[in-house]
């Protein structure tokens, strides 16, 4: 079936293209490889920073009223992992659940996956138990580990403190890297101990997590955490979803746009967390999508 636009990913950016294509008569289809909209995001345990948007709301509260914003627009939304995009030429072709979908555009919101952290662990721990989804995991757990001293993570950590009996936070850094607003916080929690220029090297058990062994950066020096119920939730930053976009250009794995977000091909653009910039926040995705879609139906417009 052809389309004016393909959008290639239902996070922010992509809704918010969706939201712009449709107002201005494009035939849209959004392709999500997720159930639900939303990206890395409905996994949080609450939205921070976003305007008009209230504070606090969990992750799958904004998932499903993108959700409801999509369903509203009257763009086509297919759930599907795409395997394969020619966007050369005129008629961009995008290969989704074995099918062949061409567009005139096409918008790629496809974002970032969370990346693993690597140590010694049995495969059944690893499935069971190293998780990053706070909300929908935390009350299986008395204790928990929580991975990386970004913002993400230190605002993950301070939902755990709240729900459950301790917190471990272990950042590879000698001092958190998130803003005061949630590092502060974390600083004056009596249920979490933060352990600095620390990894974790191996995990112990049989079906739950009993031992974790850590090792310093800097000193070497060994440390032992002993659990009766524990779970491990990584914050450890992601990676770019950009492995099948290959005549797209590159920056470090990320795609280079203009400030219309066009990429190296006509008719073609990136946006949200896929692409390169400075910062990596709901709003700016939203920004981008919605520039993205404004210049995609002028690119239709002006070859009609």
Known sequence: MKYDLIIIGAGPAGVSSALYATSRGLKTLVLEKDENPGGTLKKVSNITHFTGFNTGEAGTVFSKTLNSQLEQCGAKVLQGKVTAASLKGEEKEIICNGE??????????????????????LEELKN????????????????????????????????????????????????????????????NAKNISIHYNSVISKVNGNENI?????????????ETLKFNN???????????????????????????????????????????????????????????????????????????
């Open 100 to 121: 062949k979908f061409t567009s005139k555009t096409v918008i790629i919101a496809a974002g970032t996956s969370q990346n693993i952290p690597d140590f010694e662990i």
């Open 128 to 187: 069971k138990h190293l998780l990053n989804d706070a909300r929908k995991y935390y009350k299986n757990y008395e204790n928990v580990i929580v991975i990386g001293g970004s913002d993400g993570a230190a605002k993950e950590a301070l939902f755990f403190s709240q729900n459950n009996k301790h917190v471990d936070l272990i950042i590879r850094e000698e001092k958190l890297a998130a803003v005061p607003e949630f590092s502060q916080p974390i600083l």
């Open 210 to 222: 009993e031992e974790v062994l850590l090792e310093n950066t800097t000193t070497k020096e060994k």
């Open 230 to 304: 524990c779970g491990i939730f990584y914050y450890i930053g992601s990676s770019p979803n950009t492995e099948i976009f290959k005549e797209v250009e590159l920056n470090k794995g990320y795609i280079l746009v203009d400030e219309k977000m066009k990429t190296n091909i006509e008719g073609v653009y990136a946006v949200g967390d896929i692409r390169v910039k400075e910062v990596r926040q709901i709003s700016t995705a939203v920004s981008d999508g919605a520039i993205a879609a404004i210049d995609a139906a002028k690119y239709i417009n002006a070859k009609k």
